[in-house]
């Protein structure tokens, strides 16, 4: 494997946390998403921007080798997201959503795309998600994030694509939500069954549990008092997820799952020690390997 | 070490969950830390009881080999907790409380208990905590729980207990009350400059976090997917924790309190897995052991 191919947002975010404000500052998915898998593989970006896009955050990804020429720009103005988060800093509490570019977007994947190894169909509309998946020739992984909006007002949409994925990655509300089941174990079986073999649900502050042939993983989070902005953190941890997947090019089984997921929460973990993209747009590995040597610490025991 | 004291409630309760309900169903935090720390270690209970405390409940303890000669009978009603937990189960909403012959109690404890090596506070009044302390002498390990009633309605009292305190297990949520801070991680640093050494932060079906010495230690629970009733499963976990602190007769250091933590986790996923004690009153170490198994693969990882 190696390449990784992510069709998500690049945004501009106005997000109020109780330790401070950012506004109009660079986010969406597919950059956390590409930042964060290109310390592993090659990655490729699809998405839209409007006139308004600032060239040096084009930057921020093509200066990490992230091939970014499935990137449109457009007339009209970039995808803005604003939401606030209170003092738990669990959940977001979103404002307003301007999709602006967004709301004609239909991806297009350079020739060169279709034959990407690893799909990442971050959270967008599920119709778009199938047209993706119609275009790329025989990827080797596909796995995809979705969210509330979809599951309630695209069901029949998201079912579909369900049963296209190898791995869905999905908040623990959601996953309830999804199922109607109560708790993130039952929910992570019961999706199993609706197609994708192998189940991630992020729980935020808690960790993630993965469910992949009848066995459950459960990792916690790396331990960080001081949470800045949790923004960001489920692409980030899909990215380092997905980056380790690509980098390993082995098939996928759980030991590998679990490993890819110790990296993904690493990388989470210093997104949410500051706003937008700034904790990790100049990340080198040796910063994941140290904090990783520590993580070890945090979460093994003498068996 | 060995001897384990614990002061707490024997009660009965009435529970409703969205599985069932019960009602007078035996409970209180002495018993069930009892028939945990019971696998491990000896263990010695004080606490009241009223005229109506049944002869087979007693039995539950004695059974076990727990000492139960300072549990005393006294004029009255057991003391009787009511409550209900919505669909998530991830916390009690609390009906009723009568006090019943809990109200006028002062623990006195038998001359042979006074030289516990262990001693745990459960959750009363740091008022009757003190006088615990007052009467033990030279314990290796004291340990307590409290809750967020004593929190805002005897805060100089419980700041007093924290003092004399080695281990601090609190649920999170109380945790960050007493703390009035954001999160587990700040919470648990918080405490140990309180006084507790170690404190153990309960987060329910996310597992637990320890702080001990500048170090953390973040431990998931143990997946279960068809939870019937968490009354108790607080007390379970500390009796299992305590209880394997006995056994080992090791001085505290994090190693200890990992392995202890782990099977604090594993006696309290089978609390859960039935309403009252039902589920542990006759569960053999065979069976913990056979979890532990399970357990390892959900929680470790290739390093």
Not at 5 to 34: E, H
Not at 73 to 82: E, S
Request: hydrophobic letters at 40%.
């Amino acid at each position: 494997m190696g390449n990784i191919l992510v069709v998500g947002s690049l945004a501009y975010d106005t997000v109020k946390t109780p330790t401070g404000k950012i506004d109009g500052a660079l986010g969406g998915s597919a950059n956390y998403f590409g930042v964060a898998a290109s310390l592993f593989a090659s990655v490729s970006v699809v998405g839209v921007v409007g006139e308004d896009y600032r060239a040096e955050d084009s930057e921020l990804l093509s200066k990490r080798n992230v091939d970014i020429s499935g990137i449109e720009k457009v007339a009209g103005k970039t995808f803005h997201w604003a939401g606030e988060y209170d003092g738990s800093l669990n959940e977001a509490k979103t404002l307003r959503t301007e999709l602006n570019v967004f709301a004609d977007f239909h991806p297009k994947l350079p020739e060169s795309f279709k034959k990407s190894e690893i799909v990442f169909l971050a959270n967008i509309d599920p119709v778009l998600q199938i047209e993706v998946l119609d275009q790329v020739q025989r990827p080797k992984v596909v796995a995809a994030d979705t969210m509330n909006f979809w599951i309630e007002s695209k069901i029949t949409d998201l079912l579909k694509v369900l049963k296209r994925l190898d791995i869905l990655l999905i908040n623990e509300g959601e996953a309830i939500l999804l199922t109607e089941t109560s708790n993130a174990i039952l929910a992570a079986k019961r999706i199993s069954e609706m197609g994708p073999k192998h189940v991630v649900i992020k729980r935020g502050e808690y960790g993630i549990v993965i469910y992949s042939h009848d066995q459950y993983f459960c990792l916690p989070a790396y331990p960080i008092g001081n949470v800045v902005d949790p923004t960001g953190a489920g692409d980030t941890f899909a990215g380092g997820f997905l980056g380790y997947i690509g980098k390993s090019n082995q098939p996928l089984s759980l030991d590998l799952l679990k490993t890819a997921a110790v990296y993904g929460t690493l990388l989470a973990s210093f997104t949410v020690q500051d706003f937008s993209l700034n904790a990790i747009k100049d990340l080198t590995l040796d910063q994941v390997e140290d904090r990783r040597r520590d993580f070890r610490q945090v979460v093994t025991f003498p068996t």
